[in-house]
């Protein structure tokens, strides 16, 4: 089975956690600025190779205070946000006075619709019931959040705009991700497949509904939340193409020539209509500490659905992985229950497929060919898949939530990358068994190799490529030298 997209960010994120407990002060410094959280330094600090390393203390004696540990607050915004409110606004906010006690005993249900609750009952995330009635509809979540909105990409033409070549290559390889802060002018890439990709996504759900789309009680706010913040962000990155009515009930989408109204339709639904990305939230329970999967829209998913994972913990999502209870749940289930709204992050992950499969679910025909070296495979049918993924905490309702894209580049578009063919082949070639088996790629190797090494040698007889080169992760990370120049190229600039 094809280990799901969630796995993949969440585990990474866990083993980098570990590591980081072992390293020595001045590593640690290194990663923390690599995240944006530590001290500024003049120079640029180079990616950390993050070891695989068990946790310090035994799990059941390190998971006992879940239950009462919360993510940081963004309350602390609240006061520049009454600066932008009208007098009903800011009288309908009320005190802003915090009492932690009453907070800790007036907790939102697990399945509790915030817009039906008392007032004073409170999110996980520090905001009462009757802060977030009073912020309304489309509040300014970059102010929220502390993450700024995108520039404007004036210039972006959705007709032969390209997503930028991620190419997330790394030796040596481990089963780790290079965590970076994200970008926050790309949390969303649009392309030229976007009218296609939307239309698919449709079909998708009306043939396989909730395997593919859900939600769960107690997810309302999440829900809306995301769906607010998406449309802020869209509407800021691309207003040529996204407007929100004066009165933020309506969304005009000038790419599909639609108009969606609001309110008429579950906030996902908003979302299949108008963005082709995949979104996953997990909430914190308040009987246990734990994090739960409890919507979702993921139309991209290889060898797993939202409707073979709805509703697990995390822990239960990651039983696939070897070791996870005895070596990750710990930190995995820490890191989500303190990790910051203001600080999301950003990664990649890869695989090589037979044409572009996107949704494939257990069972399903394409899965055959993983099976067995089809002598009949051609290198036109072989894919570069590139899942581009970034994880961000929700500030009003405490979600955690991740999206990804899948992305395929067909493999001759590697002949003229530098380094990239001689970076793939070291891990196809060398990288430990264990993990090639999870990526599962061997069903193309025997079209890949034979490819990645004509373009290799290519490279070097051009000068391209050192003769020498020692293979490493490259400094441009998840880039490669000249992406900018093929990239702006291949889209008429």
């Not at 032969?160 to 290079?178: C, K, N």
């Not at 769906?227 to 193409?241: D, G, I, K, N, T």
Request: glycine share 4%; charged share 25%; aromatic share 10%.
């Amino acid at each position: 089975m094809v280990l799901p997209t969630a796995i993949w960010l969440a585990s990474g994120i866990v083993l980098s956690l570990i590591t980081f407990l072992a390293l020595n002060r001045s590593q640690k410094d290194v990663v923390l600025r690599r995240l944006g959280l530590g001290r500024r330094s003049a120079s640029r600090p180079s990616t950390p190779s993050l070891e695989k390393q068990a946790p310090s203390k035994p799990l059941a004696s390190s998971t006992s205070d879940l239950r009462a540990t919360f993510p940081p607050s963004q309350r602390g915004q609240l006061k520049l946000m009454m600066e932008k409110m009208n007098p009903a606004q800011r009288q309908a906010m009320g005190d802003l006075s915090f009492d932690e006690k009453k907070f800790a005993r007036s907790l939102l249900g697990f399945e509790e619709d915030y817009r039906t609750a008392d007032d004073s009952k409170y999110c996980y995330s520090g905001f009462s019931v009757r802060e977030i009635k009073a912020l309304g509809d489309f509040p300014d979540y970059s102010t929220l959040s502390e993450v700024p909105m995108p520039k404007p990409y004036l210039e972006f033409d959705i007709d032969r705009a390209l997503p930028r070549p991620y190419r997330p290559f790394r030796w040596a390889y481990h089963q780790t991700m290079s965590l970076t802060k994200l970008e926050t002018d790309w949390w969303l890439e649009l392309e030229s497949t976007y009218k296609t990709r939307i239309a698919q996504r449709k079909e998708l759900y009306a043939k396989h509904g909730e395997s593919v789309l859900q939600w769960l009680p107690g997810s309302e706010l999440a829900c809306k939340e995301l769906m607010e913040m998406v449309l802020q962000f869209l509407c800021a990155r691309y207003p040529q193409y996204f407007v929100l009515s004066p009165d933020k009930s309506r969304l005009e989408n000038k790419i599909l020539g639609t108009v969606s109204v609001i309110k008429e339709k579950h906030p996902l639904l908003i979302l299949l209509d108008n963005v082709p990305e995949d979104f996953g939230m997990v909430l914190r329970d308040p009987e246990t500490g734990y994090y739960v999967f409890r919507s979702g829209m993921i139309c991209s998913a290889l060898g797993w659905n939202v409707g073979t994972k709805i509703n697990m913990k995390l822990h239960e999502i990651h039983q696939p992985i070897p070791d996870y209870k005895e070596k990750m749940q710990f930190s995995m289930d820490r890191y989500f229950s303190k990790m910051p709204a203001s600080k999301p992050i950003q990664r990649g992950s890869w695989g090589l497929e037979v044409d572009q499969p996107l949704y494939m679910p257990p069972g399903d025909p394409h899965e055959s060919y993983r099976n067995f070296q089809d002598a009949t495979l051609t290198r036109s049918r072989i894919h570069l898949r590139v899942d581009w993924q970034t994880l961000r905490r929700l500030p009003l309702s405490g979600a955690v939530v991740f999206n990804f894209k899948a992305l395929f580049t067909p493999l001759e578009e590697l002949r003229d990358e530098p380094y990239v063919p001689s970076l793939v082949l070291k891990v196809l070639k060398e990288g430990k068994e264990s993990l090639m088996k999870y990526k599962n790629t061997w069903h193309t190797e025997h079209v890949v190799i034979p490819a990645l090494e004509e373009f290799e040698r290519e490279q070097i007889e051009k000068g391209v490529v050192e003769k020498d080169w020692e293979v490493k992760t490259l400094d441009d990370s998840p880039w490669f030298p000249g992406w900018q120049e093929k990239w702006h190229k291949k889209q008429g600039f």
